[in-house]
């Protein structure tokens, strides 16, 4: 049974950091590529950093500009998402997920539907 559990969400500070981390199972960790997502209240779900399982290759959505790094454990078949200099316009629920091999180049984030196993989400609110 494939599992992504998603945890280190909550209230933070503008300009504060988080570490969100994607738990695994279920699945040969080492043959998929996860990716971050978020959705914020009354928008569409957007991509935010995916990570390949191959060479470990990054790639970015278009709302981060360089604050968020992405890294995988594959002995711990852990994913982690680190926040830093967040802002309020970070809030919403981050999402893992997981297709296999490729993010999908430079727009993965066009390509949902082949993430085919998602996490339940870890809420992240930045407020003063």
């Known amino acids: 049974q494939v599992q992504l559990v998603e945890s280190g969400g909550g209230l933070v500070q503008p300009g504060g950091s988080l570490r969100l981390s994607c738990a695994t199972s279920g699945f040969i960790f080492g043959d998929y590529a996860i990716g971050w997502f978020r959705q914020a209240p009354g928008k569409e779900r957007e991509g935010v950093l995916c990570i390949s399982s191959s060479d470990g290759s990054t790639w970015s959505g278009d709302s981060v500009k360089g604050r968020f790094t992405i890294s995988r454990d594959n002995a711990n078949r852990t994913v982690y998402l680190q926040m830093n200099t967040l802002e309020p316009e970070d809030t919403a629920v981050y999402y893992c997920?997981?297709?296999?091999?490729?993010?999908?180049?430079?727009?993965?984030?066009?390509?949902?539907?082949?993430?085919?196993?998602w996490g339940q989400g870890t809420q992240v609110t930045v407020s003063s």
């Open positions: 997920a997981a297709r296999t091999h490729i993010c999908g180049g430079r727009y993965w984030y066009t390509e949902q539907y082949a993430f085919d196993s």
